[in-house]
């Protein structure tokens, strides 16, 4: 199936039908549903090579596009105080249904010019000192911390080695295990490797319906395993790496609701689905004691893997 012309007109031609027929009636939710239901059979038959092609769509949102939606008085800092601003991570403050948290957004950027300032996405390290600081800082005010990863992993570049990319995020691994405040962690488009894992500990690891989180892109597995990229659609059957997997696996928490076929065809319903999930987690998270969050949070990243024995299940 060809993501980017057959799928995108089968959805744009029931969303065009689903409005025809509901003149008159703006409800987000009973459009999304009739166009989820016309389209029950196309959707259950989505491979997991379409669903990363929807998580890398061009029209996906970004960060940017939730946070300057669903938040309020954002506040960002700059620098790791060592040396530069990273622009491929955004790292603040902002005010979340009347309570201040702290955020962390790796941002790709949309057109060439943003893409070049933030690298689309693929973080350096001061970007993740960067987001050292801002934890300490939550930490410090006792600020829930919201994690927004979208990336195709952290920068590979010859500098950012010399400046200690391995160093910067095998820090934040230990800083965020035992960070005294609560951590969610939210996949938004692409989650790979390193990359993602620089800010991706935390107590409740969330994805959106069409993200894929992976140690490394399909492209780079069949590269290794199979030597051609040309596989990758094969390698990512085997991989086991979007939300449905990943849920069934035990290795996240909850999948958060898209509007049908992606993201891009529903902004607006997928923002509501996005702020009603973090609602619901700050809330749950906020009435647990703190050591005790803590001490969940340890054992559940001890514990990854352990109830793995098997992928026929998945099938």
Known sequence: MNVAHSLEDRIGAAYQAAA????GNSDLKTIDSIVRENLAETLNSLTAWDRIQIARHPKRPHSLDYLESLFTDLDW????RAHGDDKALLAGWGEFCGS????????????LKERLER??????????????RLAKLAEKFSCPLLCFIDTPGAYAGIEAELRGQSDA???NLKLFSTLQTPIINIVIGEGCSGGALGIGIGDRLLMQEYSYLSTISPEGCASILF???????YAAEQM????HELKALKLIDRIIPESVGGAHWNTDLTKDFLKSVIQEELHILKNIDLAHLV???LQKILSIGHEINAFADLS
């Not at 690298?119 to 050292?132: D, F, I, Q």
């Not at 030597?227 to 659609?233: F, N, P, V």
Request: net charge positive; charged share 20%.
């Open 227 to 233: 030597k051609s990229a040309d596989k990758a659609a």
């Open 77 to 80: 800092i700059a620098g790791d």
């Open 240 to 243: 086991h790496i979007t939300a």
């Open 119 to 132: 690298n689309s996405g693929m973080m350096h390290p001061e970007g993740y000192r960067k987001a050292a």
């Open 169 to 171: 995020i095998a820090q």
């Open 295 to 297: 001490e969940h949070r």
């Open 20 to 23: 025809i027929h509901n003149a």
């Open 100 to 111: 201040t948290v702290a955020i962390l957004a790796q941002q790709k950027g949309r057109t």
